[in-house]
């Protein structure tokens, strides 16, 4: 077997374990107690989303892969290792709230890599950014749950750098073509960069060596 078909079936093996662990956990969700708070609902709400663009970024990477574009390839990798750390520190909070996580599948929808570039960054990471965590820190902040308020925050910071990476791949893209390139990923918050860290993580200050390469 080659290399390039090698690695296409890995790829093939990581998508179908993702679908397997994104169909383990659907289900319709638990009711959750109002006397939670609106917080409580907020963090399930954002570890399904993180679940969901996980299971995206596996799948945009195998079509990156398959188009060529190894280096957008990783980059959708190591963002969707990132999505993942988003969801074990969310479901770290729900459960100090007593509650467990869940994940409601939403099958990802492929089209070209540049289209999947451009949904990834304005509908992804954009809202995100801009809309959802904001909202959710304003109301853990005013429901005193300072746990909350920072997994938001740290996933926020993330998911920026996440458009900004995404962005470039966009204005360089016939540059991203042949073999991989490692990103580098915070294993305690997902931020995530093109070069090796040089110091602490920029965003939750944890040291360099919490970063991991993503290739």
């Known amino acids: 077997m080659t290399h390039q078909l090698r690695r296409m079936a890995y790829l093939g093996v990581l998508l ?16 959750i107690d109002p006397k939670a708070g609106k917080t409580l609902v907020n ?5 399904n989303g993180e679940s969901n663009a996980r299971l995206r970024y596996v799948a945009y990477a195998n079509r990156a892969y ?17 999505e993942e750390i988003h969801m074990r520190n969310h479901a770290e909070v ?18 070209s890599t540049k289209e999947n570039l451009e949904y990834a960054a304005d509908q992804g990471e954009a809202y995100e950014r801009d809309t959802m965590y904001p909202e959710f820190i304003k109301q853990a ?11 938001f925050g740290l996933a926020r910071k993330a998911e920026a750098q996440h458009f900004r990476l995404f962005t470039e791949a966009l204005g360089n893209l016939e540059n ?14 997902g931020y995530t960069t093109a070069e090796p ?19």
């Open 43 to 47: 963090l399930q709400a954002a570890y």
């Open 66 to 82: 398959v188009e060529g574009y190894g280096q957008v390839a990783s980059l959708f990798r190591a963002a969707a290792e990132a």
């Open 16 to 31: 179908a374990m993702a679908i397997a662990a994104a169909l383990t956990e659907a289900i319709a969700g638990p009711e």
């Open 176 to 189: 991203m073509k042949g073999k991989s390139h490692p990103y580098y990923v915070c294993t305690a918050c």
């Open 94 to 111: 729900i459960r100090k709230m007593g509650a467990e996580p869940y994940t409601i599948l939403e099958m990802p929808l492929l089209r």
């Open 141 to 151: 902040q005013a429901e005193g749950n300072e746990d909350a308020v920072r997994t």
């Open 197 to 215: 860290p040089t110091g602490d993580c920029v965003s939750c200050s944890s040291a360099s060596e919490k970063y991991q390469a993503v290739d």
